[in-house]
C-alpha cells in the first residue's frame, strides 16, 4: 500500500515557474514508476509526464515538452514536478499516481495502482 500526498500548487502569473511535490508514504516507493497527471474542470483527467522505477527513463505529453521535468528521489520517497514557463492552458488540479511492480511510466491511467489527492494549479494571464 502506498499513499501519495502533493503539495506546491498555487495562484502564479503565466511565465513563472512552479515545482510540485508529491510524497510517498508506504513500502517499495523505489520500486513504482511515478506519474503526473492533471485535470482541468469539465475535462477528462490527462497525461502530464512519468518517470519509471529507476528514474532513468521519462515520457512527457507533447504541450509540456521542453517546459515541465519529471524527477524522483527514491531516499526522499518524493516525485517532483518542475514546471518552467506556465501557461493559462496549464491550468488544472494536479495529481501524481504509482505504479507498482518496478514498470515503466505510463500515459495511461488504468495502468496506475495508487493516487494522490491532487493538488491545484491556476495561472493567469
Known amino acids: 500500500q502506498v499513499q501519495l500526498v502533493e503539495s506546491g500548487g498555487g495562484l502564479v502569473q503565466a511565465g513563472v515557474s512552479l515545482t510540485l511535490s508529491c510524497a510517498a508514504s508506504?513500502?517499495?516507493?523505489?520500486?513504482?514508476?511515478m506519474g503526473w497527471f492533471r485535470q482541468a474542470p469539465g475535462k477528462e483527467r490527462e497525461f502530464v509526464a512519468a518517470?519509471?522505477?529507476?528514474?532513468?527513463?521519462?515520457l512527457y505529453t507533447d504541450s509540456v515538452k521542453g517546459r515541465f521535468t519529471i524527477s524522483r528521489d527514491n531516499a526522499r520517497k518524493t516525485v517532483y514536478l518542475q514546471m518552467n514557463d506556465l501557461k493559462p492552458e496549464d491550468t488544472a488540479g494536479y495529481y501524481c499516481a504509482a505504479r507498482g511492480g518496478y514498470a515503466s511510466g505510463s500515459r495511461w491511467t488504468l495502468e496506475y495502482d495508487y493516487w494522490g489527492q491532487g493538488t491545484q494549479v491556476t495561472v493567469s494571464s
Open positions: 508506504g513500502r517499495a516507493f523505489s520500486s513504482y514508476a
Open positions: 518517470v519509471d522505477w529507476s528514474g532513468t527513463r521519462t
